[in-house]
Structures are given as C-alpha cells and as structure tokens.
C-alpha cells in the first residue's frame, strides 16, 4: 500500500484547509486509518484516526471540536478537516494505514510521506 498526503500548505490562524490522503496499491477499506503530525524538534503526535467503516473516529484530546477526521472507501482516500488553525497546528501532517497495535494511538503498518501544514499569525 502507497500512501500520498496532500492538501497541507500555508493559512492564517483562523483559517481552514482540508488534508487528504489517496492509497494506492490495494484496498485500505477494512483497515483502521489515522493522521499524526510532527512539529519541528518534537516528537510524533496523534492527531485523530478512523475506523475502517467510518463509523468511529477518534482524536487527540485538544483537537476536539476543529479537527475531523472521515474517510470514503470508495475512493480509498480519508480526509482531515482542520478549522480554526492555531499557530501551534504546524507542523507536517502524516496518515497511516492498518493498525497494528491495541491503541489507535499507537504504531500503523503504511505510512505517507507527510504534508506541510503552517500556520501563521
């Protein structure tokens, strides 16, 4: 499975952009998908992740209420909704796909090769 994230790039606080990742290579849709996201100098963050119907979802606790996560298996693609940008939502934003471990906060077996996200004030 291939990975591509797009749809990062620079906006005000304030403002709004909505990430995608495409998977290519095989079917992602019985697979548990998430975004992370890794700000210069730190570590990798969880930021929200994705049942593989869509029917759950989950986020980081300070994320909750701007961030949403979905997905359309149909496409093979799942989405991150970002609103209300802060400065400290930059960083580069990564998805993954297939969890392989208990916590969906934990460790994915695809990853992509992140998108820019920044946010100025």
């Known amino acids: 499975v291939q990975l591509q994230a797009f749809g990062g790039g620079l906006v005000q606080a304030g403002g709004s952009l909505r990430l995608s990742c495409a998977a290519s290579g095989r079917t992602v849709s019985s697979d548990n998908m998430a975004w992370f996201r890794q700000a210069p100098g730190k570590e990798r963050d969880f930021v929200a992740a994705?049942?593989?119907?869509?029917?759950?979802?989950y986020y980081a606790d300070s994320l909750k209420g701007r961030f949403t996560i979905s997905r359309d298996n149909a496409k093979n693609t799942m989405y991150l909704q970002m609103n209300s940008l802060k400065p400290e939502d930059t960083a580069v934003y990564y998805c993954?796909?297939?969890?392989?471990?208990?916590?969906?906060?934990?460790?994915?077996?695809?990853w992509g090769q992140g998108t820019q996200v920044t946010v100025s004030s």
């Open positions: 994705v049942s593989w119907s869509g029917g759950r979802s």
């Open positions: 993954a796909a297939r969890q392989i471990t208990s916590d969906y906060r934990g460790n994915y077996a695809y």
